[in-house]
């Protein structure tokens, strides 16, 4: 691969890295509020008993659970962006070499 387009690569992969990680720090304030909210409606829901409290406990408990598996998803990508981007590194500094 030519360095030209090891940079490019390079460039695409870093900008990509660069959106998931702004990404995951706004998944990371959504989450950290779902959380709030589903454990504030399990103390609503012990309190109350009602089948209703129950109910939104058991959806807010589902949103939180949902923004959890994004934010792992997030993860994963990143670290495989990095390790693409590692790998590229490695054939730019490679090809360098007399």
Do not use: I
Not at 78 to 85: C, D, F, G, I, T
């Amino acid at each position: 691969m030519s360095k030209s387009l090891l940079e490019r690569r390079l460039t695409e992969v870093g900008g990509r890295l660069r959106a998931l990680r702004e990404e995951l720090g706004v998944v990371d304030e959504q989450l950290a509020a779902f959380v709030d909210s589903a454990d504030d409606a399990r103390l609503r829901a012990l309190v109350s008993e009602t089948p209703l409290a129950g109910r939104e406990h058991t959806d807010a408990r589902r949103h939180a659970d949902a923004m959890a598996r994004h934010r792992a998803d997030l993860l994963t990508e990143v670290h495989k962006l990095e390790r693409a981007q590692d790998d590229l590194l490695d054939r730019l500094v490679a090809e360098a070499r007399p």
